[in-house]
Structures are given as C-alpha cells and as structure tokens.
C-alpha cells in the first residue's frame, strides 16, 4: 500500500543517491536496525549511490567506521561525511585556534592546538566528560576574551538515541553559551543547508537524493528545505509528537530503515 501509493505521488521525481543517518537509523549503539545491513546490500544493487551523513560528534570518522563494519555493513570510510567533518574543514578554512568541547576520540578529526597563539574560539559537540562548570567556564573567559571570538557549534541536537533511552545532547550547552556571551553559534551539522549541499555526491543535485533519518528536524526538514526529499523512521529518537505542526511534511514516514529501502526500490523499478 505504501509503495503503490509514493509511486503515484511522486511518479516524476528520481532517486539516485540515498544520504543515510547513522545513530538511530542505521544503529542504535553497537545494535543494527532490524534487517538494515541486508537492506543496504540491496540499496547498493540498485545502482543507488549510497552516502553516510550523521551528526555524530563523540566519535571519530575512523570509530564510526570500526563499529559499523563490526556490526555487518559494508562501506568505505570516503562515504562517512560527519558533522565533524565539516567543522574541522570550517576550522581549518577559518584558521581558527579553538578551545574544544570535544571527547578525545572527536578530537583525532580536527587540527592540533597552536600554542604559540591564544584561543579565538569555542568549537562544542557531543562531550559528556566535558560539561561541567569548570570546562564550561572556560568557553565562557575564552568567548568574553574579544568580541570576535567565535562560538562554534558542530550541531546542536536536543537528544540522541542509547540503548538506555534518550540521552541529553550538545545543544542544551550551546544555548547556554550563547546566553551567557550574547554571542550566535556558527551551527555546522544538520540541519544546515550548506551541511547537506556538501554531502552531495558528485554530479548530483539535490531534487535527485532522498535522505533517511530518524530525526524529524535535523535529518528531514533540513534535507527538505535543501531540495531533497525525506523519510523518516520510527527508529532512534523518533517521537509521533514530533511529526505535528512540522513544515514541510516528510515525504514518507516508515516503521525503519530496511522499510526505507523498500519504499526506494519499489519507486525505482
């Protein structure tokens, strides 16, 4: 039913790259998703062009990649485009000497600290062991050091999805940042719209990729509002709440990423 019924409605549009979340699609921890490691064996039998775009921000491309090939998926390392990835190219593209709010394993993805100069400013991602008064505090001196410093924000997800239930995310302290400085966060991650440009494959555009997440924000209306289209799954931190008064609506909403995949291929063909 919900095959014929995409099939008619979006008869015209053409799916040639899938840009897939990570942490509550794919996974949630060291766990797939039911059936997703066949179901992305199958995505890429179609001739879909297949790319890893996630917000992750504990854990280095290089990690992201271990796990996953540990749980049974097949990829290459080159397909992986984090959020982290962005922002240590903002970094370096900046020349930026931050002060970071990282966990150790982020941290192998950004440049080194230069300290022959003083910080310019605060980059903050995912960093439990890191939000406390005293790290806090000193984004704080750091970001009231001089009003060009800059705040930096590698996303700022509410929550994120552990096999324990929901977990706070970065974006809590990036808010109380920007309160106490007065300062905006440079957002780097979804739901940017320059994020999702740069996750294209080459030769592509946007109306050409579909993205599937189980964030209804950061992973649907972001890639939406970028020109692709959207499904969202009822995986990770997927709430029903989440889906009322959202613009513009996900071009479908299935029970999870194996679903995905089957609402894509039975388009296709």
């Not at 062009?49 to 491309?61: A, G, R």
């Not at 705040?151 to 109380?176: E, I, N, T």
Request: overall charge neutral; glycine content about 6%.
């Amino acid at each position: 039913m919900l095959c014929r019924r995409s099939l008619e409605q979006f008869r015209k549009m053409s799916v040639r790259a899938a840009l897939i979340d990570l942490s509550g699609t794919l996974h949630v921890e060291d766990e797939p998703t039911p059936n997703a490691a066949m179901a992305l064996h199958r995505l890429r039998s179609s001739n879909i062009t297949v790319k890893f775009v996630t917000n992750t921000t504990k854990d280095s491309k290089k990690t992201l990649y271990d796990l996953l090939i540990k749980m049974g998926f097949q990829l290459d390392i080159e397909e992986i485009y984090s959020s982290l990835s962005a922002a240590a190219a903002y970094v370096e593209n900046e020349k930026l000497n931050p002060f970071y709010l990282l966990s150790d394993d982020a941290r192998k993805d950004f440049p080194e600290e230069d300290s022959s100069r003083p910080y310019d400013s605060v980059v903050v991602g995912l960093a439990p062991a890191a939000f406390d008064y005293a790290h806090l505090n000193k984004a704080f001196s750091v970001l009231m050091a001089k009003k060009s410093h800059k705040l930096v924000a590698v996303h700022q997800g509410k929550y994120y999805k552990r096999s324990d239930g929901l977990a706070l995310g970065p974006g809590c302290f990036v808010k109380g940042l920007e309160y106490a400085t007065g300062k905006s966060a440079t957002v780097i991650g979804k739901p940017n719209k320059f994020f999702f440009n740069n996750a294209i494959p080459d030769g592509l555009s946007p109306n050409e990729c579909i993205m599937i997440g189980d964030d209804v924000n950061d992973d649907i209306v972001g890639a939406m509002k970028a020109g692709m289209q959207g499904i969202l799954v009822k995986t990770g931190k997927f709430l029903p709440e989440a889906l009322e008064a959202i613009s513009p609506a996900p071009t479908a909403v299935v029970k999870n990423f194996a679903e995905a995949v089957d609402w894509i291929l039975c388009r296709k063909h």
